[in-house]
């Protein structure tokens, strides 16, 4: 897609649940809670240093899935952030 996008000077919308996914294709990053924006701006600051609670939960969700998928491989934990926010937390 982003040679697609660089090669024919295009602009995409790319609409996706998955947050890590997110990292490989935007420049930019708006995060969605119930129809409203809660994060936006360049991806990696976004992902990064993230202002809502939503998604820093989403990418702690995405580190609890990707250590499930890969049993008995040693997997990057998530930031260190999700280790205090506890089981309970909902995106």
């Given at each position: 897609m982003r040679t697609l996008r660089a090669g024919r000077q295009?602009?995409?919308?790319?609409?996706?649940?998955?947050?890590?996914?997110?990292r490989h294709i935007a420049?930019?990053?708006?995060v969605l809670n119930k129809g409203k924006?809660?994060?936006?701006?360049?991806?990696?600051?976004?992902?990064?240093?993230?202002?809502?609670e939503y998604t820093r939960a989403a990418d702690c969700r995405r580190a609890e899935v990707l250590s499930r998928q890969v049993p008995?491989?040693?997997v990057k934990s998530g930031p260190a952030?999700?280790?205090?926010?506890?089981?309970?937390?909902?995106?």
């Amino acid at each position: 897609m982003r040679t697609l996008r660089a090669g024919r000077q295009l602009a995409m919308l790319f609409v996706t649940y998955s947050i890590a996914l997110s990292r490989h294709i935007a420049d930019n990053l708006v995060v969605l809670n119930k129809g409203k924006i809660v994060d936006y701006g360049p991806t990696a600051q976004v992902l990064e240093n993230p202002t809502h609670e939503y998604t820093r939960a989403a990418d702690c969700r995405r580190a609890e899935v990707l250590s499930r998928q890969v049993p008995g491989r040693a997997v990057k934990s998530g930031p260190a952030r999700c280790a205090t926010m506890g089981s309970n937390s909902r995106f």
